[in-house]
């Protein structure tokens, strides 16, 4: 089980008492944004580590096609794998961990997709 799981978790478990039928839903939104969040910094950090290096990669609208395809990967690979035997799974281990596992605050959870975009918003204005 990786970080994203135990976030899914935290976020489904927040989300299940009050909504029990968007939970799930939500915690895939979730992931994905924040999936997505990590992608966008990652690429505009080479998009301008290559810029300074004078190296000729790709164009900025083959650059943003490809973002845009990433995104609907990214969803149908969460929403694939959170709504089968995965999640089960990762219910029965983190019940079997309820003593040791962690549990984060859900605006903690909410902040750091947003905190990646702002790191994203000041390495794009960096390079």
């Known amino acids: 089980m990786n970080l994203f799981d135990s976030l899914f978790y935290n976020t489904f478990t927040f989300y299940k008492p009050k909504l029990k ?8 939104l979730y992931i994905t944004i924040l999936q997505i969040s ?3 910094l990652l690429g505009v950090f080479f998009a301008g580590f290559f810029r300074n290096m004078n190296m000729v990669t790709m164009s900025s609208s083959n650059a943003w096609t ?16 959170y709504t089968g035997k995965k999640r089960m799974m990762i219910n ?5 961990k309820k003593s040791k596992s962690t549990s984060y605050n859900i605006y903690l959870l909410w902040l750091l997709p947003i905190a990646v975009l702002g790191l994203t918003y000041v390495v794009f204005q960096a390079t």
């Open 21 to 28: 039928q968007k939970a799930n839903s939500i915690a895939i």
């Open 38 to 40: 990590l992608i966008l």
């Open 92 to 96: 029965a281990k983190m019940n079997k």
């Open 66 to 81: 490809l973002f845009a395809l990433t995104i609907i990967f990214i969803y149908f690979k969460n929403w694939m794998q």
